[in-house]
Each structure stands twice: as structure tokens, then as C-alpha cells.
């Protein structure tokens, strides 16, 4: 498509809303990665609507002119299904945090990975709770009570002893889930993340992006440059319908991979199997009327 023939370029995606996130805050650089990735898969704004839970990065459907919904903590899944369920039509995408969406609301993502209803989930992974202070998520690199660190009780106030838990990850979870499109990537790279992103919304089925994005304020261990060292693009000969392959690359001892992890095409969504149920009821239905009708008239 040439630029010529475009209706909608990132900037038709901007609300008249500023972002009132902390300077240098990764969120950022993941909102000009959606504007930029909606402008390239021409999403109507008027068909397309943004949910998301509660955090600093849930705030983000108010910046976008597209319909939204700022949810309850941790139920931007369930509110978007419902969404997507009735209004089959719409394109929805989901966006919020890692303590939103692996604490919380953790317990519907496999559930939605098994839906597989057509829609895009974008996490903004901070590792922590950005917004209420920084509490440990999840997905915190904290160390361990046990091995005796010492943490700086100012960085991190509510786990000055290390962590109690361990973490989880959450790519690893969502192949294991048979998430039907798991990536990773990096609000320092929004090119790449919008790329990632038209990926993800092209894909039939529902697609996890877990992007890594700095919180200066809350958390001054996992930094830019923190991400910038541990990151590493996914190798050229990755075949992401290799689930063995996608298991390997998710749970990587030593660094984190950039891009699209798994993919499988062609996996059956709740609405294409209620949709032969339906045929299959009508048919029951007319052969069961042809049927009375025989016997009584
Ligand atoms: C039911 C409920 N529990 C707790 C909270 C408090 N709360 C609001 S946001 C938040 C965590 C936000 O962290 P995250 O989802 O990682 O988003 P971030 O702020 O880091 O972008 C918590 C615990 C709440 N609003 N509702
Ligand atoms: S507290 Fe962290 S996540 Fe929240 S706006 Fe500030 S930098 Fe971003």
C-alpha cells in the first residue's frame, strides 16, 4: 500500500489526552509502537476498541481515539472477551501490566489462550507495580530472601529481605498454554514492537506480546540498559511453529528474546466451533420439524 492510498497515519490514533506517565517511563515508546502498528493495519477507530485493567500502563486506552474501556484490576481478559464474543466484528486489543495481567487477572490467561478468540493482549512488563509504588509482580528479578541480599530498603520498600516467591515467566506459561502467538519485545524498540504488534493483529487467534518496559521511577534495577544488555534478537532460523524450539527460547537461562516465539496457525477459535454448532443444531432442528410434520400431517 503505498502512503498515498492511507486513511490513517499514527498520528489519526491520538487522543487529545497526554500521557501523564514519568518522564523516560517505557510506556512511551509502547504507545508510538500501537499508534504506529494501527496506522499500518488501517484499524478503523471507529471499529476498534482498547481495554485495559488498572496501573500506570492501563491508563493507555484514554490516549488513543479509538473506543476504550478502563476496566477493574487484573479483568481486562474477561471484559474483553465479553467484547469480542458479542461483537465479533470489532478488533479489540488489550493492554496493561505484568501485575495486572499475571497477578490478578493471571488466571485468565490460559483461558483465553484455549478461547483463542481473535484479539491482541500487549503487556507493558515493568517488573513491578508501577502504580501503587513498586511492589514486587510476578515477573520481579528481585533476589531470593534466602540467599541473604542485600537490597536497598529505599529501591525496593516492601521486600527490603529479598523476595519469598519465586518468579514466574510468563512467555513460557503462554506456550505451555498453547497461546496460539507469544512474542516479546521492547519499548526502546518501537520499531520492532510495531512490527511485532501488526504481526500480532493480522494473526487469526489470540496473540501475547510481553514487552519489556522500563519503570524509572519504581524500578532502578531493571533499567533501559538493563533490557538493552539482556535482550538479544531471535535468531533468523527460529521456527516459530516449533513448540519445542518456542519452550527453548522462552526459558532462555541467559537473556531475553526479541520477537515472535511461537505461532500456530490454523488453531480452531471458540467462535469457529460454536459457529459449527450452530449449523449442525439448525440441521437437528429442520430434520426434527420435517420429521413431526411427517408423522402428523
Ligand atoms: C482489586 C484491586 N486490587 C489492588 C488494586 C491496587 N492496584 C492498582 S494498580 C496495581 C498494580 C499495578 O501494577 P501493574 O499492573 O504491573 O501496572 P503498572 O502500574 O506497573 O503499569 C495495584 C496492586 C486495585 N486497584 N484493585
Ligand atoms: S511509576 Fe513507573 S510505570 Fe508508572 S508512569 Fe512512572 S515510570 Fe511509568
Request: charged share 15%; proline share 7%; net charge positive.
Given at each position: 500500500m503505498t502512503t498515498a492510498t492511507l486513511?490513517?497515519?499514527?498520528?489519526?490514533?491520538?487522543?487529545d489526552l497526554k500521557p501523564i506517565w514519568c518522564p523516560g517511563c517505557g510506556d512511551f515508546g509502547v504507545l508510538s509502537a500501537l499508534y504506529k502498528a494501527m496506522a499500518q493495519c488501517q484499524l478503523d477507530p471507529n471499529n476498534t476498541v482498547v481495554v485495559s485493567g488498572i496501573g500506570c500502563s492501563s491508563r493507555l486506552p484514554g490516549f488513543v481515539s479509538t473506543y476504550g474501556f478502563h476496566s477493574v484490576h487484573g479483568r481486562a481478559l474477561p471484559v474483553a472477551t465479553g467484547i469480542k464474543a458479542s461483537r465479533p466484528e470489532l478488533n479489540v486489543i488489550v493492554v496493561g501490566g505484568d501485575g495486572d495481567g499475571y497477578s490478578i487477572g493471571g488466571g485468565h490467561l490460559p483461558h483465553a489462550a484455549r478461547r483463542n478468540l481473535n484479539m491482541t493482549y500487549l503487556i507493558m512488563n515493568n517488573n513491578t507495580y508501577g502504580l501503587t509504588k513498586g511492589q514486587v509482580s510476578p515477573t520481579s528479578m528481585i533476589p531470593r530472601a534466602s540467599s541473604n541480599p542485600k537490597i536497598d530498603p529505599k529501591r525496593w520498600r516492601t521486600t527490603p529481605y529479598g523476595m519469598v516467591e519465586d518468579h514466574l515467566d510468563p512467555l513460557a506459561l503462554a506456550v505451555a498454554a498453547d497461546c496460539s502467538f507469544v512474542a516479546r519485545g521492547f519499548s526502546y524498540k518501537p520499531n520492532v514492537l510495531a512490527d511485532i504488534l501488526v504481526q500480532a493483529i493480522s494473526h487469526k487467534g489470540f496473540s501475547l506480546i510481553d514487552a519489556f518496559s522500563p519503570c524509572p521511577t519504581m524500578n532502578q534495577d531493571q533499567t533501559d540498559d538493563y533490557y538493552k544488555n539482556m535482550t538479544f534478537d531471535i535468531p533468523a532460523d527460529h521456527d516459530p511453529s516449533n513448540k519445542t524450539a518456542a519452550f527453548a527460547l522462552a526459558t532462555h537461562p541467559t537473556g531475553y528474546p526479541i520477537g515472535v516465539i511461537y505461532k500456530h496457525v490454523n488453531k480452531p477459535s471458540m467462535q469457529d466451533e460454536e459457529a459449527s454448532i450452530r449449523g449442525r443444531f439448525t440441521n437437528d432442528l429442520t430434520a426434527t420439524i420435517d420429521s413431526l410434520f411427517r408423522r402428523y400431517l
Amino acid at each position: 500500500m503505498t502512503t498515498a492510498t492511507l486513511t490513517y497515519t499514527p498520528k489519526s490514533y491520538k487522543s487529545d489526552l497526554k500521557p501523564i506517565w514519568c518522564p523516560g517511563c517505557g510506556d512511551f515508546g509502547v504507545l508510538s509502537a500501537l499508534y504506529k502498528a494501527m496506522a499500518q493495519c488501517q484499524l478503523d477507530p471507529n471499529n476498534t476498541v482498547v481495554v485495559s485493567g488498572i496501573g500506570c500502563s492501563s491508563r493507555l486506552p484514554g490516549f488513543v481515539s479509538t473506543y476504550g474501556f478502563h476496566s477493574v484490576h487484573g479483568r481486562a481478559l474477561p471484559v474483553a472477551t465479553g467484547i469480542k464474543a458479542s461483537r465479533p466484528e470489532l478488533n479489540v486489543i488489550v493492554v496493561g501490566g505484568d501485575g495486572d495481567g499475571y497477578s490478578i487477572g493471571g488466571g485468565h490467561l490460559p483461558h483465553a489462550a484455549r478461547r483463542n478468540l481473535n484479539m491482541t493482549y500487549l503487556i507493558m512488563n515493568n517488573n513491578t507495580y508501577g502504580l501503587t509504588k513498586g511492589q514486587v509482580s510476578p515477573t520481579s528479578m528481585i533476589p531470593r530472601a534466602s540467599s541473604n541480599p542485600k537490597i536497598d530498603p529505599k529501591r525496593w520498600r516492601t521486600t527490603p529481605y529479598g523476595m519469598v516467591e519465586d518468579h514466574l515467566d510468563p512467555l513460557a506459561l503462554a506456550v505451555a498454554a498453547d497461546c496460539s502467538f507469544v512474542a516479546r519485545g521492547f519499548s526502546y524498540k518501537p520499531n520492532v514492537l510495531a512490527d511485532i504488534l501488526v504481526q500480532a493483529i493480522s494473526h487469526k487467534g489470540f496473540s501475547l506480546i510481553d514487552a519489556f518496559s522500563p519503570c524509572p521511577t519504581m524500578n532502578q534495577d531493571q533499567t533501559d540498559d538493563y533490557y538493552k544488555n539482556m535482550t538479544f534478537d531471535i535468531p533468523a532460523d527460529h521456527d516459530p511453529s516449533n513448540k519445542t524450539a518456542a519452550f527453548a527460547l522462552a526459558t532462555h537461562p541467559t537473556g531475553y528474546p526479541i520477537g515472535v516465539i511461537y505461532k500456530h496457525v490454523n488453531k480452531p477459535s471458540m467462535q469457529d466451533e460454536e459457529a459449527s454448532i450452530r449449523g449442525r443444531f439448525t440441521n437437528d432442528l429442520t430434520a426434527t420439524i420435517d420429521s413431526l410434520f411427517r408423522r402428523y400431517l
